[in-house]
């Protein structure tokens, strides 16, 4: 049993690298089997269909976009809004562009892009609300700071580290303000 999910794990990262490189037109069994090298069984062995791997396809972006990121960010020290700042406006996701760009295409991705949008204001309102914006203006700025973050990502241009800097200390200043 672990093993097999740790194969569908492989699959759904190859799927990942594929949509980031490709795009979703490139989610088919065959091509993904073939940069595996592994049978287009393996797939089925996996996978009920494309769908089901749709679905551990978009469940992994949401872990590797979300879950993970929450958890480094909150796992040590203090200032965790910085270190989500620092980390997410690094550098541009090419992946985040490819899987918003399916969704507007595949309703099932569009849940998943909204059902992240959404853990991530609550994410960051909660951030807010502990360095003591008012709940009800944290709300708002976290939206404002996850349009930022998706501004950067759709943008697919990095930042100088003064400029990065820059973006980032604004950005905390206008969250304490109440």
Not at 33 to 49: E, P, Q, T
Not at 57 to 65: A, D, G, Q, S
Not at 114 to 126: G, T
Not at 154 to 171: K, M, P, S, V
């Amino acid at each position: 049993m672990e093993q097999d999910r740790k194969n569908r794990t492989v699959w759904t990262d190859q799927g990942l690298r594929t949509l980031e490189s490709h795009g979703h037109v490139a989610l088919k069994a065959q091509p993904l089997a073939k940069a595996l090298n592994v049978s287009r069984g393996s797939f089925y062995w996996h996978f009920a269909d494309i769908g089901d791997f749709h679905s551990a396809l978009l469940l992994r972006w949401r872990e590797r976009m979300f879950e993970r990121i929450v958890e480094a960010v909150t796992r040590t020290g203090d200032d965790p809004l910085r270190r989500l700042l620092e980390r997410v406006l690094s550098e541009p996701s090419r992946l985040e562009i490819a899987v918003r760009s399916w969704a507007l295409v595949n309703p099932q991705a569009a849940i998943m892009v909204d059902d992240v949008d959404q853990r991530r204001v609550e994410f960051i309102k909660d951030l807010l609300c502990n360095m003591g914006c008012p709940p009800e203006l944290a709300r708002t700025r976290a939206q404002l700071f996850n349009w930022a973050y998706l501004g950067f990502a759709l943008g697919n241009r990095g930042l100088d580290a003064i400029d990065r800097q820059n973006i980032i200390d604004d950005l905390l200043n206008f969250g304490k303000m109440t």
